[in-house]
């Protein structure tokens, strides 16, 4: 390493074989981190900004979406058509998006143009252009992706589900509200983004075919200009368990649930997932079973586990026709409750390969490897690896699932439907 290499701070070290994650924090709070995958040519490296809807200012929410947007039109001395030349001649695959308490940036390339990439994604978050000129396509733009909702119900009900459910600014969508587009100005977004473009709890995730000595050195060398304490969010506050339905003219009900679960990465959190697993894992759950294949109520039911920082949830989901939304919600409550009486060896065992076989594939991937070790260092503080992750789902037992179901009940839902506005009384109460 460098002379450079001694302001950040390394832990982890370990040979590149055991894809052990590799992590430094730079001298301006910048965490980087690494997995080596180095079987592929390439590298994804995803940039996780401290900033999203919670951190909109009161009055003008969407700015988080708005900004991330400009950033991508134009940095340094390069406008938004350079920066866009610069990227697609080194082959540069773009993503990412604002979140309710992050946003990101996100790049795949090939390993050997480590060294011209990053100093194009640094200067978005460094030195933003930010030109007037660009602002209002990037308002237009979060405007359009906030009217495509009355085209995409279900993401509507997540976004009424989660809104319901929590009180702190957590609850609010990313995309933002037409009042607090229709507010935002260039100058507004401006005087947000000094606030919330910031490295500390910033965190640079990369995977893929480098190496680490290349990697920091690269984020070192991009990231040096970069300084400040960004903007905090308040911890997540619940409101009072309750329904609520929400009119919309579609032929469907959408109906969702919401309700807490063990903080993310905790033994119990494990041990929790491989309950939703019996509960929604795979053609063969409860949910699928009886809700669908045995009364033929909805065209799609699941579970699934969500987290924000610190906080862990469970989100039910079923679609139906208004006239069985009642039936399809008692089902539903029914084997959620259906749970504490326990489960059996085999839809332990169904859900843990489930689990496993998930996480193997995510593993062969360098984006979802990139985003994992990313939301970890975001979320929980520190990289896990693979290997962690599935000794911990191996480990769960039926005694630890049933144990764990009749210690601690599932609590009372937050449910909130979304259709027609003649639905049955038990879901609009």
Known sequence: MTSDDKAASLEGASPVGERRPLTATLDNGLVVVY???PWL?????????PFGSASDPQGLEGTATVLHEWLQRGAGDMDSRALSDALEDLG???GGGASRESSNLSMSFLASELEAVMPLLAAMVVSPRLDEGEFEPSRELAVQELESLDDSPTQRLFDELLAAFVTS????SPLGTAEGLAALTAESVRTAAKSVLRPAGAVLAVAGGADWERVLAAAQGAFSGWTGEGVRVPPVALATPGRRHVEAETSQVQIGLAFPAPPPGTPEAYVHNVVLNVLSGLSGSRLFTEVRE???LVYSVSAFYRSLRGFGYTVGYAGTTPERADETLEVFLAELARLAEGVTAEEVERAKVSMLSSLVMQGESSGATASRLAADVFNLGRARTLQEMTSR????TVQD??????????PEPTIVTLGPARVPVAVSA
């Open 35 to 37: 997995e080596a995958m």
């Open 41 to 49: 040519p390439s590298v994804t490296a995803n940039l996780v900004l």
């Open 92 to 94: 540069v695959r773009r």
């Open 169 to 172: 600014p957590q609850g609010r």
């Open 294 to 296: 045995k009364r033929g």
């Open 393 to 396: 789902v191996q480990a769960v």
């Open 401 to 410: 699932v049933n144990e764990y179901l009749a210690r601690d009940r599932l």
